[in-house]
């Protein structure tokens, strides 16, 4: 089989869209610190507030508000500051043509180079990482990048009434899927991530195996791509789009 290309070096706009509050925390945020790091300007786009998550007796109708408050202090703390909420229900995702449309008007806004989302695919190995909203929230992005965001005549209502001109962008990391190919070793930016994945409080405040337990995974992504022992990686699916 040919060596997949690799992905570009450096990008100036990265965007990356995913379905709950804390998915791409868990999964990318090393990675993301990685690109923020290095001057890429990174945008988070949320697609629900998260409000069928959590663990204790918090008012459903406070949970939304508080994990879009969570989400900005994590994102924050790997040096994103534009955050984006398309305020859509939690467990109820489905593949819609209004889905991928407030997706394209967001890729046509921030004009990225680079899209992050989750594995349309489903993950039979780690049947949590495929979460149906995960898996939809995938796809439709998918579809926004190819071939939605790209084609003026597709959603032509976003080039109309709101002056948004076609995208294309050219490569897509997908996360928590089952072929991954490509890892980013985020040893050196690890803190940022814990700090990050602590900012869920209403999420993670139960759990004090949380950095064994992600480290722990990090740890096996390393050796799986061969980095060198003790050191920590996160891995995608790296998808070439232009
Ligand atoms: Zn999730």
């Known amino acids: 089989m040919p060596t997949p290309p690799k992905p570009a070096e450096h990008v100036e706009r990265a965007l990356c869209v995913l379905a709950h ?12 610190a990685t690109w923020t790091e290095a001057g890429t ?8 507030d998260g409000d069928a ?3 204790d007796e918090t008012p459903r109708e406070r949970m939304g508000p508080l994990r879009r408050a969570e989400q900005e202090a ?37 004009r990225p180079q680079r899209v992050l989302t989750s594995s349309p695919e489903r993950f039979y190995e780690r049947i949590g990482a495929s979460h ?11 579809r926004a990048v190819y071939p939605d965001a790209r084609n003026p005549f597709a959603f032509p209502e976003l080039l109309a009434d709101e002056g948004l001109e076609a995208w294309t962008v050219s490569e897509v990391w997908l996360g928590a899927g089952p072929r991954p190919d490509h890892a980013v070793d985020v040893t ?16 993670v405040a139960h759990r004090d195996d949380l950095e064994e337990f992600v480290g722990g995974w990090m740890r ?6 061969g980095l060198p ?3 920590m990686a996160e891995a995608f699916h790296v998808v070439h789009t232009a």
């Open 220 to 225: 096996q992504t390393a050796s799986r791509f």
């Open 41 to 48: 300007e990174v945008t988070y786009c949320i697609v629900t």
């Open 229 to 231: 022992h003790g050191r």
């Open 74 to 110: 994590a994102a924050a703390a790997v040096g994103v500051r534009d955050v984006r909420f398309l305020g859509y229900p939690d467990g109820r995702l489905e593949l819609t043509l209004d889905l991928r449309r407030d997706i394209t008007r967001v890729i046509r806004q921030v």
């Open 53 to 55: 998550g959590g663990f």
């Open 188 to 203: 050196d930016v690890v803190e940022l991530k814990f700090a990050a994945l602590k900012s869920h409080v209403s999420q």
């Open 132 to 142: 149906p909203d995960h898996m939809t929230v995938g796809e439709s992005t998918l």
């Open 21 to 32: 509050p804390d998915d791409v925390d868990f999964g990318s945020a090393g990675t993301v």
